[in-house]
């Protein structure tokens, strides 16, 4: 069991970067696999980017390749989404989940996350 609290989101210009912060309040986040997702208003979620639990092997899908940052602190049981470069598309609201037993390999497909938190909403101006 572990219980996530999300933190950093906000409004930012376009062209302005924002960091996301993932921690969890209970429990550890050592050997979990992490995800960071986003969903807006009328739009399904999507895959924004993923690691892997105990080696940092990272995934991002195409579109935020360059611009997002996934990374781990384990000691701090704390995942972090760096966001470069936002424009309007990026406005979401954004989720970290987490699944057990996976160490080395990042999941990028969100039905297999087990728990999820109350993600922040970020919001880009143009």
């Known amino acids: 069991q572990v219980l996530l609290v999300e933190s950093g989101g906000g409004l930012v210009q376009a062209g302005g970067s924002l960091t996301l912060t993932c921690a969890a309040s209970?429990?550890?986040?050592?050997?979990?696999?992490m995800g960071w997702f986003r969903q807006a208003p009328g739009k399904v979620r999507e895959t924004v980017a993923a690691i892997s639990g105990g080696d940092a092997n990272t995934y991002y899908p195409e579109s935020v390749k360059g611009h997002f940052t996934i990374s781990r602190d384990n000691a701090k049981n704390t995942v972090y989404l760096q966001m470069k470069s936002l424009t309007p598309t990026d406005t979401a609201v954004y989720y970290c989940?987490?699944?057990?037993?996976?160490?080395?390999?990042?999941?990028?497909?969100?039905?297999?996350?087990?728990?999820w938190g109350r993600g922040p909403q970020v919001t880009v101006s143009s």
């Open positions: 989940p987490a699944r057990t037993s996976h160490i080395y390999t990042p999941i990028a497909d969100a039905d297999e996350y087990i728990y």
């Open positions: 209970e429990g550890t986040l050592s050997g979990y696999a």
